[in-house]
């Protein structure tokens, strides 16, 4: 079982950044591809950013150029760097764990961090 505990979310105006960071429970974090997704209210969880055990990065189109994502596999966190925050970036930002060993996919989410972004 891993947890992830989540923080760095909050009020920011538009331009503004936040640094979002996850730390996880267990062994095995840097085994893991962990993501950052965002669900704006009435929509559904989208993947805003990736990194892998090999610290490949990926983007959603609409983050690319603002957002950063890093690992520090030594202190078991994930963190999501958000610059010039837009208001559409505004919703609830959840982290997740990804990990497969043989035939079994190890899956966990954080329980959310709010990010409100205000113009």
């Known amino acids: 079982q891993v947890q992830l505990v989540e923080s760095g979310g909050g009020l920011a105006q538009a331009g503004g950044s936040l640094r979002l960071s996850c730390t996880a429970s267990?062994?095995?974090?840097?085994?893991?591809?962990m993501a950052w997704y965002r669900q704006a209210p009435g929509k559904q969880r989208d993947l805003v950013a990736q990194i892998g055990p090999a610290f490949i990065t990926t983007y959603a189109d609409s983050v690319k150029g603002r957002f950063t994502i890093s690992r520090d596999n030594n202190k078991n966190t994930v963190y999501l760097q958000m610059n010039n925050l837009k208001p559409e970036d505004t919703g609830v930002y959840y982290c997740?764990?990804?990990?497969?060993?043989?035939?079994?996919?190890?899956?966990?989410w954080g329980q959310g961090t709010q990010v409100t972004v205000s113009s």
């Open positions: 267990g062994s095995r974090f840097s085994s893991s591809a």
């Open positions: 997740n764990y990804k990990r497969r060993a043989l035939s079994r996919v190890y899956d966990y």
